[in-house]
């Protein structure tokens, strides 16, 4: 099962509306939740879902005084007109990997209607540690609309999908990014309170060109501090200011060149025992291309030794 990340509840338009079709239908009052929603641990190869079996899922919202069928399909998020999402997510290579239980739902006046959505992720080496984002678009159905309009709004939920992390994968693989981490995930349980540790992670320049690369702090990357809460599972504790990370130096990667970053950890004496905190590291090159990790650890209070 997927673990999730971050849900932010709410409706996102994405393509331009015309006074056309607010007249016609009064799309003003249509919309698609959750707007945001990242989630993890994908296994490539396995077929999950993107909701719990709660009764959750893309939710269509109807405020109109009469029913709206819409439909809903799965894009890369430039085919769906979302220009712009996350900072180090890429565009998913194929929106196939991702399907609706429903293409077409009817939404009940003053109400809202439901449809799931399953993930699979073809099981490839280069499809580990990856970050993608993928667009389910939401309009009313053409044969729906009033004659003379031709024009209909859209909204959609933007999908995030971290696969599985994982160390023993092969760098040289194509289809990688032109700037690839490994693992995309440290994690580390049993940490001491005012204790230093080290981490490390693989650093690939994939492109044909040498590059110069920065690591950026989430607020420094992010600055949007309501932007930034997307980042995080709500159950861990977001390291956001108050850095845990050492400061790491811009450096230069050649071509095809791999590098291991050493990071140094200090957990502060602030921290209460038994809790997850979580941080995000970005790393940037010269041409602007964002990639991150997470890195998570438990806080023992103990002096027991973290461990990976």
Known sequence: MPRFVRIKPTSLPVAAFFMAA?????????????????????????????????????????????????????????????????????????????????????????GFALAKLSIKVPDKPEYYNRKWMVAVVCEPKRQDRKAGTGIAMRVASRIGIE??????????????????????????????????????????????????????????????????????RASSNRIVKDWWVAPVESFKLGAAETKELKLSVTVPKTAAAGQVYEEIVFLKDDAQRYDFFRLRMRVAGSAEAPKK
């Open 22 to 110: 607010t007249l016609s239908y009064g799309v003003q009052a249509m919309g698609i939740s959750p707007g945001v929603i990242v989630i993890g641990n994908v296994t490539p190869g396995v077929e999950v879902p993107a909701f719990p079996a709660d009764g959750t899922g893309i939710k269509v919202e109807n405020d109109g005084d009469n029913p709206l069928v819409v439909t809903l399909t799965v894009f890369k998020p430039t085919l769906g007109g979302v220009l712009r999402w996350e900072k180090g997510y890429e565009e998913i290579p194929d929106a196939s990997w991702c399907s609706l239980g429903k293409t077409e739902l009817e939404a009940p006046a003053k």
């Open 163 to 232: 696969t599985l992390p994982k160390v023993d994968v092969n760098l040289d693989a194509p289809g990688l990014p032109a700037l690839s981490l490994v693992p995309s995930l440290l994690s580390y349980d049993g940490c001491i309170l005012g204790e230093t540790f080290p981490a490390t992670l693989k650093i690939r320049n994939n492109d044909k060109a040498q590059h110069t690369y920065m690591a950026e702090r989430l607020d420094q990357a992010e600055p949007d501090a309501e932007k930034q809460t997307r980042y995080f």
